[in-house]
């Protein structure tokens, strides 16, 4: 089996991405691919960006291994409703009690599922510039995005690697969103037979020139929460922000 099974963030971590998150199993968000669908069917597969794509669901371990992929959904299709559909079948998602998801804006901050604070600065470039945070929850939002930027990575070399998910093809629907998968599949074998990965070193080289290129869609505005799990969330932010107030609050370094 080619996808690979997470292993939670243990206590004492080294890396400093993930050091406050115990028990974190990597990362989650989803992603348009372009698909050719017959005409009838192009208004549902018509994206909030205007593109007629599939909406794929990945989820991807720390070091940018797919865990989980589900394609097919019409690019209309929420995020949340996708989840829920990954989370309700028999060989779905499996997120055991006591370990989570970091997830964006487009899921609710629920057990499993840990999103940032919205209204707040977020996106991992505005601080890879030099912004400092002012608060608990912006300081949140800085580790959340830095953690959680490894499936942005993930898709971004997937991507990258097949041409194929970068523009339109002509087979089938059915086949196209197979593709999705099989090329998930192919990137974990060659993560697997090659540690040191070109297409990965090139990406970090084209993300580092892309630096400034902040969308605003990474700027959190909307989202729902669950009482329990914001209490819980509220916790790690205030932990994390007296933590590194007392360090000197200095600026942070984030690698690739």
């Not at 006591?98 to 964006?104: A, K, S, T």
Request: with cysteine; net charge neutral; aromatic share 12%.
């Amino acid at each position: 089996m080619l996808l690979v099974r997470p292993e939670p963030v243990p206590p004492n971590y080294h890396d400093s991405r993930w050091s406050w998150f115990q028990n974190c199993l990597g990362a989650l968000d989803g992603t348009y691919v372009p698909v050719y669908p017959p005409a009838v069917d192009r208004p549902r597969y018509r994206s909030r960006k205007g593109e007629i794509s599939t909406n794929v669901l990945g989820v991807c371990s720390r070091d940018l291994k797919f865990v989980f992929v589900l394609s097919g959904w019409e690019g209309s299709a929420t995020d949340s409703r996708i989840l829920r559909d990954a989370i309700s079948r028999p060989d779905g998602l499996i997120v055991p009690h006591g370990h989570y998801y970091p997830v964006d804006a487009g899921y609710q901050n629920a057990e499993g599922f840990l999103a940032p604070y919205r209204g707040q600065r977020y996106h991992i470039n505005i601080w890879r510039q030099g912004h400092m945070p002012t608060s608990r929850e912006e300081y949140f939002n800085m580790k959340h995005s830095a953690a959680r930027n490894v499936i942005e990575r993930s898709f971004g070399v997937l991507k990258m690697r097949f041409a194929i998910l970068r523009s339109l093809s002509y087979y089938p629907i059915r086949t196209q969103t197979r593709i999705v998968t099989a090329c998930c599949l192919l990137h974990n074998l060659i993560k697997r037979e090659m540690p040191n990965d070109p297409i990965e070193n090139e990406y970090t080289a084209w993300e580092r020139d892309h630096i400034h290129d902040v969308e605003v869609d990474d700027h959190i505005t909307t989202i729902e929460t669950s009482n329990q799990w914001s209490g819980e969330r509220d916790a790690l932010a205030t932990a994390m922000y007296n933590h590194w107030l007392g360090n000197g609050g200095g600026q942070e370094v984030f690698p690739p």
